[in-house]
C-alpha cells in the first residue's frame, strides 16, 4: 500500500470505530426506550451527537483521500477504488464490515424513531386528558376557587 491508500485503509478503521460506538448507543438507547426510562435520553444523545460529529468528518477524510487517489469522492469512488484491489484485501473487508455496522446502526436507527414516536404519542394522549380536565375544572370553579356552578335557588336552608 502507498502513503494514500494506507491513510484510506486507517481512515475507515477508524469510522469503524466510530460506527460501531454508534451502534452500541443507538442499542443502549433503544434499551431506555423500552424500559421507558426517557430521562436518560439526553446524555445519549449528547454522546451521539459527538459520534456523528465525528463520522462526518472521517467520511470528509475518506472522501479526500479518494480524490488524491483520482476516484469520486463518494460512495462510488470508493466502489470503483475497491474494484482496484482483491476483494479480499484489508481494506475491502474494513469497508464490507463498515458497510455492515452502518446497516445495523441504520435499522437501530429506525427502531428506535418509532419506539419514540410512541412515546410521544402516549405523552400527547396523556397531556389531552389533563386539558380536558382543566377545561372540564374551569367551568366548575372561578377564579377563588369557589364553584361557579350554583345548586340552590340562592337561598340557605335553615336547620330547625
Same mark, same amino acid.
Given at each position: 500500500m502507498n502513503l494514500t491508500t494506507t491513510g484510506l485503509h486507517e481512515c475507515l478503521q477508524e469510522e469503524m470505530k466510530a460506527m460501531t460506538s454508534l451502534a452500541e448507543l443507538l442499542e443502549k438507547e433503544q434499551a431506555v426506550l423500552v424500559n421507558g426510562k426517557v430521562e436518560e435520553l439526553a446524555q445519549l444523545t449528547v454522546n451521539k451527537v459527538r459520534i456523528l460529529t465525528d463520522i462526518s468528518a472521517l467520511e470528509k477524510t475518506r472522501n479526500k483521500h479518494l480524490l488524491s487517489l483520482g476516484f469520486a469522492g463518494d460512495i462510488a469512488g470508493m466502489q470503483s477504488w475497491l474494484k482496484q484491489v482483491p476483494a479480499e484485501s484489508e481494506t475491502g473487508q474494513?469497508? $464490507?464490515a463498515?458497510? $455492515?455496522? !452502518?446497516?445495523? $446502526? %441504520?435499522?437501530? %436507527?429506525? !427502531?428506535?424513531?418509532?419506539?419514540? %414516536?410512541?412515546?410521544?404519542? *402516549? !405523552?400527547?394522549?396523556?397531556?389531552? *386528558?389533563?386539558?380536558? %380536565?382543566? *377545561? $372540564?375544572?374551569?367551568s366548575f370553579y372561578g377564579p377563588s376557587g369557589h364553584t361557579t356552578v350554583s345548586t340552590t335557588s340562592g337561598r340557605g336552608f335553615a336547620a330547625r
Open positions: 474494513c469497508w $464490507a463498515l458497510r $455492515a455496522i !452502518t446497516s445495523k $446502526a %441504520n435499522e437501530s %436507527n429506525r !427502531t428506535n424513531g418509532i419506539l419514540i %414516536n410512541k412515546h410521544m404519542n *402516549v !405523552t400527547q394522549s396523556a397531556l389531552k *386528558v389533563l386539558q380536558q %380536565n382543566d *377545561v $372540564a375544572a374551569g
